[in-house]
């Protein structure tokens, strides 16, 4: 079975593959689709839609949203200090530190008094 | 590689300002939820019929697509100005119902159109059902006979 996507790599995959060519763009087509008539929701459309796929995509890209906001704040919050945090495709880079998650980032921040 | 990034070395990116379109429709009149997880099945879809969450579906999903349409990696300022939570609690609400609708429409088709459902129960043949599940048990009787 393959192993959950980390933060990291959800933030470089939406990167590498831009949002606007990501799928997710045609996901949330399909659901204005749906939703496009008047109270109900368009049954044509659900018949053909997979919603556990729709489903899943939807959690990932909540997911992605709410990293992407975390780092933006704790990068805002670390450059006050002048300290940069970055990504690569598998690490937070912390000055000069790589970290898995940003939990560890954080930890390792507040720690050193930088948060 | 990181150099070619758009948080590397000078790290944030810098946050255009927000399109026109964007801003007038920050902060939607969203309902945080209107579902409930222990609501009854034919509640559910009694509500979303009745409440307009068509239409707040609608703004969730404008407000998604142009979230992650503007530009390719959303913006700072962008996240910042909306609500994740209750833009994610009415996606969460919006497939509770989906899923639900798509297996009271496949019963209804397999009815002949004879089922309904009102704010009370789910109707067949004038007999009163709580869930779904009862109403595929009738059906499995009805197979059975």
């Not at chain 1, 659900?46 to 906001?69: C, G, M, N, Q, S």
């Not at chain 2, 609500?83 to 609400?93: A, P």
């Not at chain 2, 119902?97 to 009815?111: G, H, P, S």
Request: aromatic share 8%; charged share 20%; glycine share 2%.
């Amino acid at each position: 079975m393959k192993p959950p996507i980390t933060d990291v790599e959800l933030l470089d995959k939406y990167r590498q593959h831009t949002l606007k060519a990501d799928d997710m763009a045609q996901t949330i087509q399909i659901l204005s689709d749906v939703f496009s008539g008047g109270g109900n929701c368009n049954s044509a459309y659900l018949d053909a839609i997979k919603l556990p796929v729709l489903k899943a995509k939807i959690e990932e890209l909540f997911r992605y949203l709410e990293t992407l906001t975390r780092f933006h704040s704790l990068a805002e919050r670390l450059n006050t200090k002048e300290v940069t945090l970055e990504f690569s495709n598998t690490q937070f880079i912390l000055g000069d530190r790589q970290f898995a998650t940003l939990d560890e980032v954080e930890r390792v921040a507040n720690n050193r008094a930088l948060l | 590689m990181l150099n070619n990034n758009p948080y590397s070395q000078n790290t944030i990116p810098p946050t255009p300002p927000l399109p026109k379109q964007m801003v007038s429709t920050l902060y939607p009149p969203l309902r945080s939820s209107v579902l409930v997880k222990s609501m009854p099945e034919y509640e559910i879809l009694y509500r979303w019929h009745n409440t307009n969450c068509s239409h707040d579906t609608r703004i969730t999903l404008d407000l998604l697509s142009q979230t992650l349409g503007t530009y390719e990696v959303p913006a700072q300022r962008t996240l910042e100005s909306i609500n994740l939570n209750v833009i994610k609690q009415h996606m969460d609400d919006m497939i509770t119902y989906l899923v639900l609708y798509q297996r009271f429409l496949a019963l209804w088709n397999q009815l002949d159109a004879k089922l309904e459902y009102t704010n009370e129960a789910f109707v067949l043949d004038g007999h009163k059902f709580a869930t779904l599940d009862e109403v595929e048990r009738v059906i499995a009787n009805r197979a059975l006979l």
